[in-house]
């Protein structure tokens, strides 16, 4: 079975500093693969979403990147945070058929202090 | 991709029949709807979803008009473990790289 695994849970990180989140999705090959991220009380935005190695379509061009180094390796990044990054990011995945259907991580809870 | 929209809130009591209905006025010939179910400090989960006509699974019914326009959650009897926000999306899941944007979503409250 496909299992999506994404940490970590929570982070405190400072203004200013570097961050590095990681999504690994098992079971399963060629996936399309999305990062989100929930404010607080709010719906979900869409950030970022890859339809294969190396390749990143960008909703929200800010201060985050994201990077697939491997079929199913999703990594969002940042060089220098600052307060507004703080959210809840949640990682997905779907299979390219018809209709696809989207299988979400756990999510990672990051506060940017 | 089509933009929905949704109520905000909606309150309930437990053991009634909940309906959320879902505008998408611009939807496309190749869109599907799907509706996803988000408890705090979780990843959405997929409810139910449908081209046309009326789909029901173990969860929950979704009827869609001919028109396809709008389309309607339906969750009978629900209990307080259907406190949750609710999500539709309309996509064209056969793009390569579909762009699945949530809208913002129906906050259902249930009540004893």
């Known amino acids: 079975s496909q299992t999506i695994h994404q940490w970590p849970a929570t982070l405190v990180q400072p203004v200013g500093s570097p961050l590095s989140l990681e999504c690994t999705v098992e079971g399963t090959s060629n996936p399309n693969l999305y990062w989100y991220r929930q404010a607080a009380g709010r719906g979900l935005q869409l950030l970022f979403y890859s339809v294969g190695i190396g390749q990143i379509s960008s909703e929200v061009p800010q201060n985050l990147s994201a990077s697939r180094p491997q079929d199913r390796q999703f990594i969002l990044s940042s060089k220098k945070l600052l307060l507004s990054d703080s959210g809840f990011y949640l990682c997905?995945?779907?299979?390219?058929?018809?209709?696809?259907?989207?299988?979400f991580g756990s999510g990672t809870q990051l506060s940017v202090l | 991709l089509a933009k929905t929209t949704q109520p905000i809130s909606m309150d309930s009591y437990e053991g009634q029949e909940v309906n959320i209905t879902c505008s998408h006025n611009?939807?496309?010939?190749?869109?599907?709807i799907t509706w996803y179910q988000q408890f705090p400090s979780q990843g959405p989960r997929f409810i139910i979803q449908g081209y046309k006509t009326k789909v029901t699974n173990e969860v929950a019914s979704l009827f869609i008009p001919a028109d396809r326009k709008s389309s309607t959650l339906s969750l009978p009897r629900v209990s307080l473990s259907d406190t949750a926000v609710y999500y539709c999306l309309v996509g064209d899941y056969k793009a390569a790289g579909n762009k699945l944007t949530f809208g913002g979503g129906t906050r259902v409250l249930v009540k004893p």
């Open positions: 611009n939807i496309a010939t190749n869109d599907y």
């Open positions: 997905a995945w779907s299979v390219r058929h018809y209709p696809e259907e989207l299988f």
